[in-house]
Nanobody
C-alpha cells in the first residue's frame, strides 16, 4: 500500500511564501514523475508543476518564475516552493506520484489528501 502525505499549506498574505511537501511511503519500487495539481472553488483541477525522475521540470504559465518544484529521491519526497503568492493561487493543492510497486508492475498515479493554501490579506 502506498501513502502520500502532504504538509505545508496555510494562510499567507499576498506576496508571501509557502513551501509544500509531499512524502510517499509504503510498497514503492520506483517513482517516475512527481507533481502538484490544484483546485480552486468552482474550478477544474489544474496541473501546476511536474518533475521527472531525471529532474526535468514543467510549470503552468501562471506560476512560472514564482513557484519551484524539486524532489529528494532518497526521501521519496516532492516539494513546491511558492513565492510572490497571489490571491488567485488560493486552492487545495494535491501532490501526485507516478510509480511502480514492483519491478514488473504498471505505472500508476497515487494522490495526496490535499492541503489548503489561502492567499489573503
Amino acid at each position: 500500500q502506498v501513502q502520500l502525505v502532504e504538509s505545508g499549506g496555510g494562510l499567507v498574505q499576498p506576496g508571501g511564501s509557502l513551501r509544500l511537501s509531499c512524502a510517499a511511503s509504503g510498497s514503492i519500487f520506483s517513482i517516475n514523475d512527481m507533481g502538484w495539481y490544484r483546485q480552486a472553488p468552482g474550478k477544474q483541477r489544474e496541473l501546476v508543476a511536474t518533475i521527472s525522475s531525471g529532474g526535468t521540470t514543467n510549470y503552468v504559465d501562471s506560476v512560472k518564475g514564482r513557484f519551484t518544484i524539486s524532489r529528494d529521491n532518497a526521501k521519496n519526497t516532492v516539494y513546491l516552493q511558492m513565492n510572490s503568492l497571489k490571491p488567485e493561487d488560493t486552492a487545495v493543492y494535491y501532490c501526485y506520484c507516478k510509480l511502480r510497486v514492483g519491478r514488473s508492475s504498471n505505472l500508476n498515479n497515487y494522490w495526496g489528501q490535499g492541503t489548503q493554501v489561502t492567499v489573503s490579506s
